[in-house]
């Protein structure tokens, strides 16, 4: 394992341990434990889910380890595109907004891979 990745999960737990503690760790438990609620899983928060650990999925390797999979942008693009519609229960602009620019980055990288 890289000295890099190393260093930066240590500093990573350690200011994510500093912001729950701050926070109260029983509040973010029962944050986290609502993800095993049945009730939790609307519709909307369905979608948000998907769409976050999509867009994880991409993030991830393509930051740290400079690997693209280019057809999960397909997902990217339509769990994006279903955010903005679902944000009906959340309007949000930074929710709006975020997916907005998702959705087009997912255009230019699907673009990009099929006219290179």
Request: net charge positive; glycine share 4%.
């Amino acid at each position: 394992m890289d000295l890099y990745l190393i260093i930066a999960t240590f500093i990573w737990v350690i200011l994510i341990f500093v912001v729950y503690w701050h926070s109260g760790l029983d509040k973010i438990k029962d944050c986290y434990m609502m993800w095993s609620k049945r009730e939790y899983w609307t519709n909307y928060n369905t979608v948000e889910f998907v769409s976050w650990a999509a867009k994880g999925i991409i993030i991830v390797p393509g930051l740290i380890f400079g690997i693209q999979v280019w057809w999960l942008y397909i997902l990217t693009l339509a769990t994006s595109l279903s955010l903005i519609w679902a944000s009906n229960k959340k309007l949000l602009p930074t929710l709006v907004g975020f997916n907005t620019l998702w959705a087009w980055i997912s255009c230019v990288v699907l673009a990009k891979h099929f006219i290179s």
